[in-house]
Protein backbone atom coordinates (compact mmCIF):
# COMPACT_ATOMS: atom_id res chain seq x y z
CA UNK A 1 0.00 0.00 0.00
CA UNK A 2 1.18 3.06 -0.94
CA UNK A 3 1.05 6.22 1.32
CA UNK A 4 1.67 9.92 0.21
CA UNK A 5 2.88 12.41 3.12
CA UNK A 6 4.54 15.57 3.59
CA UNK A 7 8.70 15.37 3.45
CA UNK A 8 10.21 14.91 7.01
CA UNK A 9 13.68 15.34 8.72
CA UNK A 10 15.26 12.35 7.71
CA UNK A 11 14.06 11.44 4.38
CA UNK A 12 17.06 13.43 2.99
CA UNK A 13 18.84 10.08 1.88
CA UNK A 14 15.95 8.04 1.04
CA UNK A 15 14.81 10.47 -1.10
CA UNK A 16 18.26 10.96 -3.20
CA UNK A 17 18.29 7.42 -3.45
CA UNK A 18 15.01 7.02 -5.17
CA UNK A 19 16.05 9.93 -7.36
CA UNK A 20 19.42 7.82 -8.42
CA UNK A 21 17.21 4.43 -9.35
CA UNK A 22 14.99 6.32 -11.21
CA UNK A 23 16.92 8.88 -12.99
CA UNK A 24 20.19 7.44 -13.16
CA UNK A 25 21.61 9.72 -16.26
CA UNK A 26 20.77 12.73 -13.85
CA UNK A 27 22.00 11.62 -10.40
CA UNK A 28 21.61 13.86 -6.79
CA UNK A 29 23.65 13.84 -4.15
CA UNK A 30 23.05 14.50 -0.58
CA UNK A 31 24.87 18.01 -0.61
CA UNK A 32 23.38 18.85 -4.16
CA UNK A 33 19.65 18.22 -2.33
CA UNK A 34 20.53 19.80 0.65
CA UNK A 35 21.36 23.03 -1.47
CA UNK A 36 19.00 23.35 -3.98
CA UNK A 37 16.40 22.13 -1.86
CA UNK A 38 16.29 21.94 1.83
CA UNK A 39 18.50 25.12 2.08
CA UNK A 40 15.90 27.10 -0.73
CA UNK A 41 14.72 29.84 0.84
CA UNK A 42 11.00 28.95 -0.91
CA UNK A 43 11.45 24.86 0.62
CA UNK A 44 7.93 24.00 2.11
CA UNK A 45 8.40 20.42 3.46
CA UNK A 46 3.95 20.29 3.37
CA UNK A 47 4.94 20.69 -0.62
CA UNK A 48 7.40 18.19 -0.78
CA UNK A 49 5.41 15.00 -0.66
CA UNK A 50 6.64 11.65 0.00
CA UNK A 51 5.56 8.32 -1.51
CA UNK A 52 6.20 5.70 1.50
CA UNK A 53 5.36 1.87 0.01
CA UNK A 54 5.86 -0.86 3.22
CA UNK A 55 7.70 2.17 5.50
CA UNK A 56 10.23 2.43 2.50
CA UNK A 57 10.26 6.10 0.62
CA UNK A 58 9.83 5.70 -2.73
CA UNK A 59 9.45 8.65 -4.32
CA UNK A 60 8.36 11.98 -4.32
CA UNK A 61 6.32 15.00 -6.43
Known sequence: MVTV???ASGDELS???AWN???PGD???SAWF???VLLDPNFD???L???VVDGR???CA
Do not use: I, T
Open 5 to 7: RAF
Open 15 to 17: LVE
Open 21 to 23: RSM
Open 27 to 29: PAS
Open 34 to 36: RDC
Open 45 to 47: PEG
Open 49 to 51: RVA
Open 57 to 59: VAG
